[in-house]
């Protein structure tokens, strides 16, 4: 009897934090760092997370994002630390962690960490659907492609929790603004 | 540009889920698909008025894409869009001689449209329909009347009107194509869709049984309103069959506009009836029959007696 509880008491232990957290906590994933290092975002508790979405042949809007990003957390001086800018790629057929990895190295700043994310196409797929990001190949005249996608930046608290949305018409005063909350 | 500019200042009704509300002023919400708008996204967004909503509601709202952050108006809580049987007990019933209930619904361009303010003035033809509505004899044959009435109905006096039974799906865009489709003058013809929780309070009250059959399809009630000029429900025609010409006929007479005196003696007398049966078409003209037939069996027996006293002369 008692054996055949516990695996109910163990659903009901887990699912105590999940429902207390009132669907705030931002959803767990697990990709490829641009270092082709395992990287799962609950394993970056601690640090406050600037997570956002793009692709490295995106024309404007990515690398303005991403610069803006790192703008803003080298602005928090000695708190920088404390932040992480995840960069997760809706092109993964494209952006293989070498390209990544140059990708990032252009926006770098002392005391500013980034990492460019990617994974199979089922994996950014399933990071797309829990983040509600949408994006579409759209093919080039040139016989190439872009990749059209919504680019929000998800403020994510050292507590893993999501505590703001911001989107590329922000400036950098208020993704300082953001962060400073998001670090208390 | 000005079709940028117009998406920019319209209004879209939305359903989402309340991720997080700082203060009563701005809430992260994660919104459901607007089909040909937008995707399902989480994003930021100010609360106008401002509104306390706590982290897990479910809600409905008018999304407002011309300021920054964008705008969620009105937002109330709200389920998911879940027609069904009509509940009137919780609501007015609408009838013959109700006035038409206030609800804030959006027409093909975003704008806001007050359902009890905008038509006064002018007899309203009303009715119910969704855009994917596969069935050529329902939906699309009603719009297709529409078109019908519109190069017959003056548009000084008369309006046609369209509300959608399938909000989620019907937003702005879609309606606009679908009007394009039936060749809807603005002027004259305005295809309305809202948030679910107010389209599912409409069918409430105007006692529209829906069912969801599918994703994309519904089995509902048709029935065609006509509201006079004063906003009162004038006539209630129970099927999606009507003869456009017989609309036409009735809408000019409501409006005071019958060229025929007897036909406009007639549905006045219609009219009556059914007011005096609370509301119900098929009582009111049982009503009038039976009058009818009395009013004849009294005659005739009265006249067959009359000729009788003539045949045979009374014995005194």
Known sequence: MVRALAPLVLLAVTLVPVACSGGRSAPDFALRSDRSAPWQLSAQRGKAVLLTFGFTHCADTCPAIVARLAHATAALGRRAGNVEIAFVTVDPSRDTP????????????????????????????????????????????????????????????????????????DNEGTVVAALRRALG | MIGVLAALLSLVPIHGVVLDARNDAAAIVRTDTV????????????????????????????????????????????????????????VVPVEIGSTLPAATLIDSQGRRVRLDRAFAGKTLLLSFVFTRCPDRTLCPAISGKYAYLQDRLDPKHFALAEITLDPPYDSPAILRAYAAGYGARSESWTLLTGTGSTVQRLLDEFRISSMRLSTDNFLHDDKLFIVAADGRVASVVETASWDPGSAIAQARSIAGLANNPFERFKLALIAEAIAICGGSEFAGIALLELTLFTFLTVVSFLGMWAVARVIWPSRT
């Open chain 1, 98 to 169: 070498p390209v990544l990895h140059r990708f990032v190295n252009r926006f770098a700043q002392p005391g500013v960490d980034i990492v460019g994310l990617t994974g199979t196409p089922s994996q950014i797929a399933a990071a797309e659907t829990a983040y509600h990001v949408w994006s579409e190949k759209v093919h080039a005249h040139n016989g190439g492609y872009d990749v059209a996608h919504s680019a929000p930046i998800f403020v994510i608290d050292p507590n893993g929790r999501l505590h703001d949305v911001l989107d590329d018409e």
């Open chain 2, 35 to 90: 089909p040909h708008t937008m995707p399902s996204q989480i994003r930021r967004y100010a609360l106008e008025p401002p509104t306390r909503l706590r982290a897990g509601t479910s809600i409905d709202a008018f999304l407002d894409e011309s300021t920054h952050p964008p705008t969620l108006r009105d937002a109330v809580p709200a389920g998911v869009f879940a027609p069904g049987l009509p509940n009137p007990g919780r």
